[in-house]
């Protein structure tokens, strides 16, 4: 009397394989995350007060891409050390 039933589905090889990579990147989002928290600096915002005194007032980090692009400048070699060797 299993006319309108379905098959069940049957385990195959693969299926230890998704476990443990679910498993695997559940954990590493857990980590990642508990990482992030416990080894974050917390900055206090600086009031217009100390920031007009000069009390903490340190420059605003870059953002990423001007990191990356500031790394792309820096190998980028200039026109007079192009040559590879000194001018003498």
Request: hydrophobic share 45%.
């Amino acid at each position: 009397m299993a006319g309108g039933a379905g098959q069940m589905p049957v385990p195959d090889f693969s299926m230890p394989y998704n476990v443990i990579t679910m498993t695997c990147t559940v954990l590493a989002l857990c980590f990642g995350s508990f990482f992030n928290i416990l080894t974050r600096k917390l900055r206090r915002p600086s009031s217009a007060a100390g920031a007009a005194a000069g009390e903490g007032a340190a420059p605003a980090p870059a953002s990423l891409g001007a990191r990356v692009l500031g790394w792309f400048r820096r190998r980028v070699p200039h026109a007079g050390q192009a040559d590879g060797g000194s001018s003498e």
